[in-house]
């Protein structure tokens, strides 16, 4: 009897799992796992949200017109150039259907975003790695690692789960290093937490370039993970193919109304930035004292490396954290088993954490 085959490289994906949101017999849990936003969404986009209940029956605005003009108003860009996407993470999907496919190369860096590999295997592709610097994006290994058959090079900037960053020079070199047919994706899903003076998310490379694209996502800064919206920028050509390729709907008339309303609430997005800078660098320097390891974050978590196999191991330090109501998130995915990955929470979340943190390494 005939059985049904999936494409090959369907069935090598490990399905992606978010953060875990409960345990079993607690009932309040302080979750740090998913880097989602201290403050919760964007009150605006709440009510905006709220008067979006009783137009269900309505199909959503499939070229997400008003909210691709807010976008270019606020970052002065052409909002023909601008898509939208049920999250960064579809755009990322598309891209690599769109670019990538059986015997081509899909490279990233060493500990990059896990959806990733599951997009290129996705669309056929074979995911390639290259190693990192300090936990930092490396171009020169970056370069080192293209193929004639790499197709696609993304680059998360501030990258994920690392929470470190490439200057705008590196950026640049990264895009000049690579050959006219391999498209560069820039992803800047932290790019609204960033302080630094010679970082830059993506837009110029997009504007100037052919073969560039730069992916955002509403579900940080503005705490709208639970809606799904995203966008990219890139040329004319890219976003005709992204156009072509997604689906006519592919953004809900709820996402839509949220994101417009989010972008205008520039003081929750410095509220909620100005917290975030206080208390990363406070999680950073607590955990110094402790005698743990952590990067220079420029993103909304923390990672923090663990003694390896002590009694003070990651493993140890997340099963205390459960027992605690305490929910972060173990990095063995990302290869980098002796890390744990915290986001950055209300003042009391991340002091309880911290109060948690010294307990255990004291034992």
């Known amino acids: 009897m005939a059985t049904l085959t999936p494409r090959p490289g369907l069935m090598d994906i490990t ?14 849990v302080i979750k740090l796992s998913s880097n989602e936003g201290p403050f919760g969404t964007a009150p605006s986009a709440v009510e905006a949200i709220k008067k979006t209940a009783d137009q ?15 976008l270019a108003q606020k970052y002065n860009i052409n909002a023909d150039n ?14 690599c259907r769109a670019y990538a496919g059986p015997g081509d190369e899909v490279l990233y860096s060493d500990h990059g975003f896990l959806m990733y590999p599951i997009a290129a295997k996705a669309a056929g592709a074979t995911p390639v790695t290259a190693m990192e610097t300090n936990l930092t994006t490396d171009v020169d290994a970056m370069l080192a690692a293209v193929t004639g058959k790499t197709k696609i090079v993304f680059v998360a900037n501030p990258n994920n789960p690392t929470g470190t960053y490439i200057p705008k020079s590196e950026m640049n070199r990264l895009r000049q290093g690579l050959r ?8 800047a899903a932290y790019a609204e937490f960033m302080t630094e003076d010679d970082y830059e998310a993506g837009i110029e490379l997009a504007e100037r370039t052919q073969n560039t694209v730069m992916t955002r996502t509403f579900s940080k800064m503005y705490g709208l993970g639970g809606v799904r919206l995203g966008w990219s920028y890139s040329s004319d050509e ?33 509220k909620t930035r100005k ?15 402790l005698g ?49 990955r915290v986001s950055i929470g209300t003042e009391e979340e991340m002091t309880t954490f911290m109060d948690a943190l010294r307990d255990f390494m004291s034992k």
């Not at 399905?15 to 309040?28: H, I």
């Not at 269900?56 to 807010?70: F, I, M, S, V, W």
């Open 15 to 28: 399905p992606y799992k978010g953060g875990e949101s409960a345990l079993k017999g607690v009932s309040r």
């Open 56 to 70: 269900q029956h309505r199909y959503p605005d499939g070229g997400a017109t008003t909210l691709r003009a807010k």
């Open 82 to 95: 601008i898509v939208c996407g049920a999250g960064s993470d579809e755009i990322l999907g598309l891209l």
């Open 180 to 187: 006219d047919d391999i498209l560069l994706v820039i992803d």
């Open 238 to 270: 890219i976003a005709d193919v992204l156009n072509r390729a997604r689906n006519p709907f592919n953004v809900s008339a709820t996402a839509l109304a949220a994101g417009e309303a989010a972008l205008d609430d520039e003081l929750f997005v410095a």
């Open 275 to 289: 917290h975030n800078l206080k208390w990363l660098r406070w999680t950073e320097e607590e955990a110094h004292k």
């Open 292 to 340: 743990l390891e952590c990067t220079t974050s420029h993103a909304n978590f923390a990672l923090i490396r663990f003694p390896h196999q002590t009694e003070h191991s990651s493993r140890k330090a997340d099963e205390f954290m459960r027992s605690q109501g305490i929910i972060v998130r173990a990095m063995s995915s990302y290869g980098l088993g002796d890390c744990l």
